[in-house]
């Protein structure tokens, strides 16, 4: 019997220790309705697509989108090019991969992948962008400090995200959090944290537009 209330008592443990978010910053959206983290985390190099969480607003559940080296959310059509994918002509979704050097990619499969890079200066006010090949990145561009954490949520160097309406084809622009409410001479951005979501099924591996 010792051993059934042992168990008992770690069950209680158990959901005591249920997942709660911890307070989310000035910023950040409120996760009331958010779907439970995944319990399993994402290895590195393993592909992945990246959801926007900021509940109440049009871009809840967006899909992160690339395109023309700059990131989006709810963009209809990336134009990327695809191969061997399970639906290789119509992703309209990126699919990223993440190094254990806290490099973020473009995920593809036999060649040298896209990388994201920010711009945290005065200039670039927080540009997410990606470079293609040897195309250098601007020259206080940033290439490591991308990480994921226990609810695969992605953050560069400890900052979130923001999106700003009334960029390409009704996309909105997404960009790092650098401390600038409205980056880019954009108005009415919002913060969102950007989830990690495992790819099922074959993963896209794209070239996507510069
Ligand atoms: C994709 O192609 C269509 C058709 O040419 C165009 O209207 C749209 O703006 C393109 N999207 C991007 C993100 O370049």
């Not at 993440?98 to 994201?116: C, D, F, I, K, V």
């Not at 991308?146 to 609810?151: A, K, T, W």
Request: proline residues 8%.
């Amino acid at each position: 019997m010792l051993a059934n209330a042992l168990s008992l008592a770690a069950l209680a443990g158990a959901a005591m220790a249920s997942p709660c978010k911890p307070s989310p910053t000035t910023s950040a959206p409120s996760y009331s309705t958010v779907p439970s983290p995944s319990s399993t985390a994402i290895a590195p190099g393993e592909p992945f697509g990246l959801m926007a969480l900021r509940s109440a607003s049009p871009i809840h559940f967006a899909q992160f989108g690339a395109a023309l080296s700059s990131v989006f959310l709810n963009l209809p059509s990336q134009n990327a090019t695809c191969d061997d994918g399970e639906n290789p002509t119509t992703a309209d979704y990126a699919t990223f991969t993440l190094s254990e050097e806290g490099e973020l990619y473009l995920y593809r499969q036999s060649a040298t992948p896209q990388q994201l890079f920010v711009d945290r200066s005065g200039m670039g006010q927080g540009k997410l962008g990606y470079t293609t090949g040897a195309q250098p990145g601007p020259r206080n561009g940033e290439r490591t400090a991308f990480s994921l954490d226990d609810y695969n949520d992605l953050s560069f160097n400890g900052a979130g995200f923001l999106a700003c309406p009334n960029s390409i084809d009704g996309a909105w622009s997404v960009w790092v959090d650098a401390g600038v409410s409205s980056p880019g001479g954009n108005s009415d951005c919002l913060g969102l944290s950007a989830r990690a979501v495992k790819i099922a099924g074959a993963a896209n591996s794209c070239v996507y537009t510069q």
